[in-house]
């Protein structure tokens, strides 16, 4: 049997039970660790799980296939994936050729960020498709994210921004020579995702994103025990934020759209109020007192300018 | 700590073993039981969890929230909820009276419909909004879900339509004469859905669904061990399949949107096959040999119906 499972969005601990006796059972498991991340080291999963891990990069996982397929007609294999199977459409593929080869195959589903983003308060069946942002190049700004976003934004619909990572990837020029040599995993932060938007806003003008008039949830490590960050606000905000007020990776973000609840703004202030006063302290250096009250301004004037615009914007009523 | 847990969508094996700490932990622990199912009963939980589990219905979780959070300042209490805690919006409602009461909470995520879709092979970022379909009365048949449908259409997407569940509801009568009365659950099937989907067209008649051009994907129990199913074809063959074709509860439908990929179409041939043979063997009581090539010729039958509309109305290329 061959096994794909979801390993959910955090650590060790967030496999199923189910999961995790497919992986007891298993006499290979592999790890498929360049779509996404979770927060801890292989070791860890190793150590949690009682078995050797085998990472499997991209070009084993869709190149080699046949290679992680292989006996699984005869004894149990298991793929872990972060988050969902069916987050990436390379796990599709890999179950399609199981499927070819005629070996049986069971998907063990987990948390992704598709779901998880509703953590953020905004309601699931509010959301429009998800759309992929990727790093832009001097030569290569893709925009179609911005089609995307605005298709969702005339339904009144919520998009959820998956931001890039890039894992084991080459250099242009390493890639041309042929030279296996990797350069540096690099994840998109929030500051860089709200720059790309308005970068392309400013050459279509089509009027889809407003710095001060469209509201964002910023979303770290979703699912994190006591690291997620939520932080809301108008996309400007998010801009005034010092870079590392997001924390570590991975980052996700959501452009709100007009149909959206008092109740989801309800929810969200809590995360408002976190980014004014992730705003206001770093753009000050003061100690002590002073400090607490700057915080409590910051919270304050977050808290407002997010009520402010999906009242005046976003057309909500609030009490 | 107040904690609200997904279980997952099938049994007592799918909740993360931080989510199973958690309940190890607890002193009361609810289990939410009228949004969704699990496919196991309260006992199997119980025994599984080694923990006593209230069920708490609409009543409990909407008026008496109070009573759930009592004391979860200062002891430990679990909400168990089928699917990612994010599913319904009464999750939400609860944790924000947990922030106004001042008690900190935890949300342990894990698989739902909305991500776990994905067995489909449809790909999760070509779904449009999510939409529910509920029972329609002799006198109530809101048709909204058709506008939804209809804007995820016009941007080529796809739409998850989950199906209704009535557990634990009074008949307008106890209602109105404040009995607690209460009628046999009700989960709303592939059939009935798609009947409904096509009388609303008939009304509406603006050309967004049609019985044999519009290509839908049901599927009963996903995330289920061995009791999935996942069917494919034109909206006709669901009407043609006899009604216990999709088994027990629970069921959902996804209306194919034309930004179909052709892996997608590859992917799902094999439930475009199942239905077909569904179809064909509940039009026949033959036995033995005639009715194997019965079931190869529905299979076939079903294939070449999904593969046609797939070319033909949605316009793919397929080899």
Avoid at 46 to 75: H, M, N, P, Q, T
Avoid at 210 to 218: F, N, P, Y
């Amino acid at each position: 049997m061959f096994f794909i499972i979801g390993l959910g969005l955090c650590d060790e601990k967030d496999i199923t039970i189910r999961g995790l006796e497919a992986i007891k059972s298993a006499t290979r498991v592999y790890l498929e660790a360049y779509t996404s991340i979770l927060m801890v080291q292989k070791a860890q999963l190793e150590s949690f799980y009682g078995k050797e891990i085998i990472v499997a990069d991209r070009d084993l996982v869709e190149c080699g296939s046949d290679e992680i397929l292989k006996d699984a007609d005869k004894e149990d294999v298991c793929l872990l994936v972060v988050g969902d199977p069916f987050g990436a459409t390379t796990h599709t593929d890999i179950l399609l050729r199981a499927r070819h080869l005629g070996i049986p195959t069971r998907v063990i589903h987990n948390a992704s960020i598709i779901n998880a983003v509703g953590a953020s308060g905004l309601q699931l069946y509010n959301f429009g498709q998800t759309v992929s942002l990727v790093f832009f190049t001097e030569t290569w700004k893709p925009d179609s994210f911005y089609d995307r976003i605005k298709e969702n934004a005339e339904g009144g619909l919520h998009t959820l921004l998956l931001l890039d990572i890039k894992v084991k990837e080459q250099s242009e020029e390493n890639l041309a020579r042929g030279r296996k040599i990797y350069e540096p995993p690099r994840y998109m932060t929030v500051r860089q995702a709200v720059s790309q938007l308005l970068e392309i806003e400013a050459l279509r003008e089509e009027g889809v994103l407003d710095a001060d008039k469209t509201l964002a949830v910023a979303m770290g490590r979703v699912g994190g025990l006591d690291n997620q960050r939520i932080l809301a606000g108008p996309l400007s905000s998010f801009l005034r934020a010092p870079p590392d007020a997001f924390g570590p990776p991975l980052h996700s973000m959501i452009i709100v759209g007009k149909r959206l609840h008092h109740l989801e703004v309800e929810y969200g202030e809590v995360f408002a109020e976190t980014l004014g006063e992730v705003v206001a302290l770093s753009e000050s250096d003061l100690e002590g007192e002073a400090r607490y009250e700057l915080r409590d301004k910051g919270r304050k004037e977050g808290r407002e300018k997010w009520r402010d615009v999906a009242s005046k914007v976003y057309g909500l009523v609030l009490d």
